[in-house]
């Protein structure tokens, strides 16, 4: 035993969590703390901030010419570019924004991540410490009015407007978090993560190299491909690969990517002028005298034009703080041989220099240097696709401005949801299919009495308690909180492509769909208010709730608010949804196809993605098992004598000690129950059934919902937990 215990014992006093952690003994182990991240205590200005509110006092003006000042304030501890931060900053915006993942709307610029370890300290996000430090005096004029998140993201903007380029815009209303995420970098998610990615690898034509190391891959090919070529190989071809990849996982298309590349590397630098061993550590791995700072840079002044970021060093236009055309004009304008930075990096230079090309000195006494691109700017006209594309951006300057601000607006907007929950005075009018919005409410909403007389019509209507609520929560709970976006809101359950998932098809979703259909026409057809279908989808669900706890012999109600309003196919985003598809929902016993990732690993992560409690998730689970509404109705899990009602029967017979649990087939995936003393099959059960019973934290909660007195916090927590995942996309109550 003691050299078990021996790490905590050596270490001492030390008071990482690593040591600390159970996941250090049991990898495997379910992370339930994914649920209740970001304590409301944590915030330093108290539980009931409401950042939005906060910045509605805000003088946007003011801050706009603050951070237009501060662009040229050159500061001697980090001496801007040619007397410029733009190209710095917007560095820093698309990296911070540049970590959003369409597969599971993890990442970007959302949440102000980017002050926490590992993204302050990841190698990609080198010197941008100097970057966020520089917006330190506008953070402390404006408090608690501006989140660093929006800072992080409106710097890049100004950054652009500033140096002649015109913006789409731009939305304030991204809330600051005060602990990195613990659902996205460590833990076993993180191999779960890559594990999903891998199952999307299918839909994308070159995704095939990161199924060798998805993890890694994931990690570091968030933001960033190797500038220098797929592991430091200067080939542009497989760079255009790995770019293609990437930037589709950040929901990017060919010619957004190549806007993007084109139009951000228009500004700004790489920095490589000395030898790489002259950089110290990372911020997070530095001693307490940086104050934050990392890679302290030993060469020369280690500043202005002796920075050392990624390796590389130069610049790709002659006019690198003005927007203009000099990319395209300067890749296109000469043939480029390899050559390397004084860093000993890779990069690519003209054979000679056309006139009027030449880089002015980055700093007073500094020489002229030649432009330069990296390997994967060379993939922007060595790729077939990506050189079609470039030609006419660079044939058709227009193009590429309007390409690179919608491109631009994408990137920055593309994790708050839909355009409702934007702030400030420079949103744009324009309306993008990618931001899923759903139409304002319009006419009179229905009061009580229309409420009631529908309710009643719908447990009237011949479908069955399981059919309204499995129809309910396939709408609402395809919510996820990282983007915002899904949820029941717009009823696109009724629209491509979610018509034809597998989950939605296996649960009879369409049948039921008619039914409400006719029974709003009903409804609408006589005057008065009318009622959305997506009102409606959830309505029918609520009231199936509360009439099963009825039954029960619990008077209690579902909370329901009307407005939801109903989306068209047009404004549905075929692709994009294909991205929230569930491949598994543990609420309902789904799995859509078994792989590496437990199952209960899978439910963790969907409970996390609808904002929901352990406790809460643990009562949903248990209270959807008895009421029938498992996809596909073969009985998994259904614990109980009275299908139907809502009652504790779940937790009651799974920790019945009569019941001996083994396995069934191969796989651990389902099990059976027999009675102890007979021998007699009783129940079967999924993973996700027996995890109540098997893990420790879980347990517990069952054990409490199965106990004298139990039934009744179950539904409490029922009904908190299914009006919380109802409501999570009701932005128009906020
Ligand atoms: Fe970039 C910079 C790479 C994309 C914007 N970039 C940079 C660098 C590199 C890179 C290497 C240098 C750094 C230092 O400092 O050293 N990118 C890259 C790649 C990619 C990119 C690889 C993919 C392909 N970018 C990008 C985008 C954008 C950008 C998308 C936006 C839009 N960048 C940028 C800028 C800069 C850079 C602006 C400059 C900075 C300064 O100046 O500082």
Redesign the pocket.
């Known amino acids: 035993m003691t050299d078990q215990a021996s790490p905590a014992a050596e270490w001492g006093s030390l008071t990482s969590a690593e040591f600390q952690s159970n996941e250090k003994w049991w990898p495997n182990s379910l992370n339930l703390r994914i649920l209740h991240q970001n304590h409301p205590d944590s915030i330093p200005f108290g539980p009931d901030f409401d950042y939005r509110k906060a910045f509605a006092g805000i003088d946007v003006e003011a801050l706009t010419a603050d951070v237009d000042a501060l662009m040229t304030d050159s500061q001697d501890w980090w001496p801007a ?1 040619w007397g410029h931060y733009g ?2 900053f ?2 820093m915006s ?1 990296h911070a924004a ?1 970590t959003y993942r369409v597969s599971d709307g993890r990442g970007g610029g959302g949440t102000g991540a980017q002050r926490y370890a590992p993204l302050n300290s990841w190698p990609d996000n ?2 941008l410490d100097k970057a966020r430090r520089l917006l330190l005096p506008i953070k402390q004029k404006y408090g608690k009015q501006i989140s660093w998140a929006d800072l992080f993201v409106f710097a890049g903007n100004r950054a652009l407007e500033t140096m002649g380029f015109t913006t789409a815009g731009f939305a304030f209303g991204r809330a600051d978090i005060w602990a990195p995420e613990d659902d996205i970098y460590w833990g076993p998610e993180n191999e779960w993560l890559g594990d999903k990615d891998e199952r999307y690898t299918g839909s994308f034509e070159d995704g095939n190299r990161l199924l060798d190391n998805p993890l890694a891959a994931v990690q570091m090919g968030l933001i ?2 190797n ?1 220098e070529g797929p592991n430091g190989v200067a080939d542009a071809m497989k760079s255009a690969q790995d ?1 293609r990849e990437t930037f589709s996982r950040m929901a990017m298309n060919d010619e957004e990517t190549v806007a ?2 084109v ?3 228009t ?6 002028n000395g030898p790489a061993d002259a950089v110290g550590a990372e911020p997070e791995g530095g001693g307490l005298e940086a104050q934050g700072f990392g890679w302290a840079n030993t060469n020369e002044t280690g500043l202005g034009e002796y ?1 050392i ?4 060093e130069g610049a790709w236009t002659p006019t ?1 703080t003005q927007w203009d055309n000099s990319y395209l004009e300067t890749i296109f304008g000469h043939e480029w041989e390899l050559v390397h930075s004084p860093a000993g990096a890779q990069q690519w230079q003209p054979k000679s220099v056309r006139d009027g090309f030449m880089v002015p000195p980055v700093a007073p006494g500094a020489p002229e240097t030649k432009p330069t691109m ?1 390997t ?1 700017d060379m ?1 922007m006209i060595t790729d077939p696709a990506y050189l079609e594309i470039s030609k006419r951006y660079y044939e058709n300057p227009d193009q590429l401005a309007e390409a690179f601000a919608n491109a ?1 607006f994408k ?1 920055l907007h593309r994790d708050m949801g839909p355009a409702i929950r934007y702030v400030g005075p420079q949103v744009p009018g324009e309306e993008y299919v990618w931001q899923d919005n759903v139409p304002a409410h319009e006419g009179a909403l229905i009061g009580d009495s229309e409420i009631a007389e529908l309710k009643s019509t719908l447990l009237d209507s011949g479908l069955s308690t399981e059919q309204l609520i499995s129809t309910a929560w396939a709408a609402a709970s395809t919510y996820r909180k990282t983007d915002f976006r899904g949820g029941a809101n717009g009823a696109r359950i009724r629209l491509s492509p979610m018509t034809d998932w597998d989950i939605n098809v296996q649960s009879g979703v369409g049948p039921v769909i008619s039914k409400l259909e006719q029974i709003q026409a009903d409804f609408n057809a006589k005057g008065g208010a009318k009622v959305s279908l997506s009102d409606l989808i959830v309505l029918g669900g609520s009231a199936a709730v509360e009439a099963a706890a009825k039954a029960a012999g619990h008077d209690v109600s579902v909370p329901f608010t009307p407005g939801r309003t109903d989306a068209s196919q047009e404004s549905t985003d075929v692709e994009s949804f294909s991205w929230l598809e569930p491949n598994a929902d543990g609420f309902r016993n789904y799995v859509k196809k078994q792989g590496n990732v437990p199952t209960e690993h899978m439910l963790i992560d969907k409970a996390f993605m609808l904002n929901l409690t352990a406790p809460q998730m643990t009562a949903l689970v248990g209270g959807l098992r008895v009421l029938g509404a498992s996809v596909g109705g073969d009985g998994y899990g259904e614990f109980t004598d009275r299908k139907g009602l809502l009652t504790n029967d779940f937790f009651v017979n799974l920790l019945d000690m009569g019941t001996l649990w083994s396995p069934v087939g191969e796989g651990d995936d389902v099990f059976e129950g027999r009675d102890r003393a007979t021998d007699e099959p009783k129940w079967k059960g999924t993973r996700v059934d027996l995890v109540f019973g098997a893990n420790s934290q879980l347990r517990a909660l069952s054990e409490e919902f199965a106990a004298a007195g139990g039934e009744s916090d179950m539904i409490r927590h029922f009904i908190d937990g299914w009006v919380t995942v109802m409501e999570n996309d009701r932005f128009d109550l906020d």
């Open positions: 570019d190209g710095f917007i560095r698309w540049g080198g010197n960033y491909v500038p770019i993007l590349v139009g951000g590397h500004f700004g630098k790489m920095h490589g920075t970021t990624s390796g590389l690198p990296s994967a993939a631009w990137l």
